[in-house]
């Protein structure tokens, strides 16, 4: 019995001791619980903000009317959050826009993205009838010879995009495109490696052939 009860007590000093703090952690977040979601965008405040900070530039319903700036209107949330936040950090450099997101909120940024999402996108229109053949072929085939894939791969066909990955170009201005693409190219536009390959292979042409083809696509 003596032997027992030693065992027993010697068992007892091995057993791993659990602090008041560390039971208190573990009763609060269980192994394996999931993170709480992030909260649902007000789309009324980000209308607000888009009208106070966005609208001038970018249109009262998010599709511009000026050629050199985007049309944001039904572009894809993720995608806007993830550009207000470079431009924010300086990864993406644009005097005006980094001025501009530079008193934007983590949450005013979300709320404005997917309240411009929401926003019903306005066709735009090929200008460029001798150019739009080429932009086709490069939209949807890329170019072979010089490893430049096709823009639909990643835009989709229809220029839709692929939400959280790639953006919608569906309807976009031409001068903005062909400035971006420029940017990519010259190593001004530094957010994306991908773009920054296929810009390098493309030469000013191909550029305004795509960047028109990509205008008027539906």
Same mark, same amino acid.
């Given at each position: 019995?003596?032997?027992?009860?030693?065992?027993?007590?010697?068992?007892?000093?091995?057993?791993?001791?659990?602090?008041?703090?560390?039971?208190?952690?573990?009763?609060? $977040?269980?192994?394996?619980?999931?993170?709480?979601?992030?909260? $649902?965008?007000?789309?009324?405040?980000?209308? &607000?903000?888009?009208?106070?900070?966005?609208?001038?530039?970018?249109?009262?319903?998010?599709?511009?009317?000026?050629?050199?700036?985007? $049309?944001?209107?039904?572009?894809?949330?993720?995608? %806007?959050?993830?550009?207000?936040?470079?431009?924010?950090?300086?990864?993406?450099?644009?005097?005006?826009?980094?001025?501009?997101?530079?008193?934007?909120?983590?949450?005013?940024?979300?709320?404005?993205?997917?309240?411009?999402?929401?926003?019903?996108?306005?066709?735009?229109?090929?200008?460029?009838?001798?150019?739009?053949?080429?932009?086709?072929?490069?939209? !949807?085939?890329?170019?072979? &010879?010089?490893?430049?894939?096709?823009?639909?791969?990643?835009?989709?066909?229809?220029?839709?995009?692929?939400?959280?990955?790639?953006?919608?170009?569906?309807?976009?201005?031409?001068?903005?495109?062909?400035?971006?693409?420029?940017?990519? !190219? &010259?190593?001004?536009?530094?957010?994306?490696?991908?773009?920054?390959?296929?810009?390098?292979? %493309?030469?000013?042409?191909?550029?305004?052939?795509?960047?028109?083809?990509?205008?008027?696509? !539906?």
């Amino acid at each position: 019995m003596k032997s027992l009860a030693l065992l027993l007590i010697a068992a007892a000093l091995a057993a791993p001791v659990l602090t008041a703090s560390a039971a208190e952690h573990a009763a609060a $977040k269980p192994a394996g619980a999931a993170t709480p979601a992030l909260a $649902k965008p007000d789309l009324a405040k980000g209308g &607000e903000k888009f009208t106070a900070v966005c609208a001038a530039c970018h249109g009262a319903d998010g599709n511009s009317g000026i050629p050199v700036n985007p $049309k944001l209107a039904q572009q894809h949330p993720e995608y %806007l959050v993830k550009q207000l936040q470079e431009f924010k950090s300086g990864k993406r450099v644009n005097a005006t826009m980094q001025a501009m997101a530079a008193g934007l909120s983590d949450d005013d940024m979300r709320n404005i993205a997917y309240w411009a999402a929401s926003q019903k996108a306005k066709p735009g229109f090929a200008k460029d009838k001798a150019l739009v053949t080429l932009g086709e072929r490069i939209y !949807r085939g890329g170019i072979a &010879e010089r490893q430049v894939a096709a823009c639909a791969g990643c835009h989709s066909p229809n220029g839709a995009g692929i939400p959280s990955q790639y953006p919608r170009l569906s309807g976009q201005h031409a001068d903005y495109t062909v400035a971006q693409l420029t940017s990519f !190219r &010259e190593g001004v536009r530094q957010n994306s490696v991908q773009m920054a390959q296929v810009a390098a292979r %493309l030469n000013d042409r191909e550029m305004k052939a795509v960047a028109d083809y990509i205008a008027g696509l !539906r």
